[in-house]
């Protein structure tokens, strides 16, 4: 461990509500590994900068193995290395960065001219190890394959990042299956327009990350790893939305209606 000295602006985020904001680390403690390092002030907690460490590093394999990037690209190594800015408590983090008092954490996605990534959190949360950070990780790596610049819909970029989250209700997809089979559920035709200004109440909330979920399950664990790699990298190389779920995934899947018909049927099986 080491003291470090470390001023970082905070130019571009993922989460909708970061603005702006200068980071001054100093005096801040500093661990290391192959692909974070994690900043924090003191050891205290239950989840601690070790344990934080050593977890993201087993996310980082586990994630870009289940979405088949590993064979790609070695994210993250040396110099690249993401930090982890792991704040003492929530009003410490929430004063600094400006976040309001519900929010658990967010990651900030580099410009390519700026060379950024961050995960920024705060010590005493619930879940923080099983379902915050893997969450966040997932954000970066979707974004860093496919290029910080380049748009995706919402469900998607929210069905990458909870593949690696484990939940502690174990009827999850059987309560999405009843609301599908239902037809409370929102159509991809919906879905698609969703984004950071879109209001939704609690419920409608629920629903949307539960169904960005399992569509992407559902594109994984039927299709294979490799036919979502191409995808992705249709979607970096410029192509629409549609257009890469074409290309990746034709003659099985060749719109949004047949994903939507296919996705449907595939959430039978929990019923």
Known sequence: MKKTFLIIVLLFSLHPNVEAFTLDLHGWEQISDKHFKVFYKQEAGEDSPRQILNR???????IADRVGYE????????DERVPIVYFSSQEEYARTTGQPIWSKGFSVSHLASVNLRMIVTFKGQDNFLTSTLPHEISHLILHDFIGPNRKIPLWFDEGVAQLEEQREDQNYEAILARVVASGQSMPLS?????DQGTHLDYRYSSIFYAES??????LVKTYGKESFVNFCRYLRDGKSFEEALRSSYYPTIDSMDKLQDSWVKYMTQYL
């Open 213 to 218: 979920l399992y569509i992407v399950d559902f």
């Open 190 to 194: 919906f879905l698609q327009h969703v």
């Open 56 to 62: 993201a590093e087993e996310y980082y394999s586990s």
């Open 71 to 78: 064979r790609y690209q070695n994210f993250w190594t040396w």
